[in-house]
């Protein structure tokens, strides 16, 4: 049997995420991530597998090797330059069991069924139905999935699927790109659940888990998101450990958990309400609406409290899988975690 390890050293990466025709490939992930989520999918010689986002097609061309020629691989991606490019390097190098179709991951590929694993390089808002029902009695998943209905709080989680129902065997930290109904553009926006951006003078964004209260103009997610630009500043005083942080916050399932990007690149977790509001940072600055807002109280409280709990990783929480029914057709389940 091929191991992943093994399969690295035969697949040149540089070649597929840097090709001299095609250029360099924006949606790529970290070689390290793709190897750890290709060894948690467990994937057999002979095997029908399947992936959500082919981006430069190199972890395409490693579920090849891992599959063997009695096996075969389905690439998806939304974006259909990635996918029409992924292909032409498969056949650039002999590569004969991977077919690439541009198509929206999230509702699965009925063509090739049933598939024996299934893995996702982008995240959608829940675990599709549609992917559980493709999937042999005892497949294996492996899918990043929100852990709250905001931006970038993600886990990786590890889905056995047993007589049709998915179970989850183990979460870790990560997460990927957004999944979405057409090629993402703007790399630094997320893809889903922003409630009201700003372009100038400069960008950014907030997005609400109490959005299905604002209004039609989006008047609770602007004035909050004017309030967070507020007067109130302050160091948090410690390093802040993003992914244990982001994690806690969203386990505490806080209606009024938010989430925004006042900068590219930084991002900030807190808890707003119509009248106040309050977040950290990833650098460890805390901004207010003043120095004696409601929201600051509760977000100090959430820091305590996570500090109480000597800062958890994301693999030590309990997981569970909510049924979801959604009246836009996006039948699943959302994935929650306990302490």
């Not at 179709?101 to 996702?120: C, I, L, W």
């Not at 802040?240 to 994690?247: E, K, L, N």
Request: hydrophobic share 40%.
């Amino acid at each position: 049997m091929t191991t992943v390890a093994q399969a690295a050293e035969t697949v040149p990466e540089h070649h597929y995420t840097h090709h001299e025709e095609r250029g360099v490939t924006p949606h790529r992930s970290n070689p390290r991530v793709i190897h750890r989520e290709l060894n948690t999918l467990d994937v057999r010689e002979g095997m029908n597998v399947v992936e959500f986002g082919t981006g430069s097609g190199y972890s395409g061309a490693l579920l090849s090797q891992l599959v063997g020629a009695s096996g075969q691989v389905t690439s998806l991606d939304i974006d259909a330059y990635l996918a029409r490019w992924a292909a032409v390097i498969h056949q650039e190098r002999g590569v004969r069991n991977v077919e690439c179709h541009d198509s929206d991951g999230t509702a699965g590929f009925a063509s090739r069924v049933p598939y024996d694993r299934m893995v996702a390089w982008c995240t959608p808002p829940l675990l599709p139905k549609a992917w559980v029902d493709q999937m042999v009695d005892g497949g294996i998943i492996v899918a990043p999935l929100p852990i709250a209905a905001v931006p970038n709080v993600t886990v990786v989680a590890k889905i056995v699927v047993r007589e049709g129902r998915p179970e989850v065997e183990s979460v870790a930290n990560g997460g990927y790109i957004e999944a979405t109904t057409s090629p993402k553009g703007d790399l630094d926006l997320p893809g889903r659940w922003v409630d009201w951006e700003n372009r100038v003078p400069s960008p950014s964004w907030i997005s609400l888990a109490w959005r299905d209260e604002d209004d039609q103009m989006r008047t609770g997610a602007r004035t909050a998101l004017d309030r967070l630009k507020g007067a109130h500043t302050a160091p948090y005083g410690r390093e802040i450990d993003w992914p244990s942080w982001r994690t806690f916050a969203a386990s505490l399932a806080d209606p009024r958990l938010t989430m925004a990007g006042l900068r590219p690149d930084l991002w900030a977790i807190g808890h707003t309400t119509t009248t106040s509001a309050a977040a950290i940072q990833q650098d460890g600055t805390i901004l207010a609406d003043r120095s004696d807002s409601p929201s600051l109280e509760i977000l100090r409280g959430w820091l305590t409290a996570w500090e109480d709990a000597n800062r958890p990783a994301p693999e030590t929480y309990t997981p569970r899988l909510v049924r979801q029914d959604l009246a836009d057709g996006q039948d699943g389940w959302a994935l929650r975690l306990s302490r």
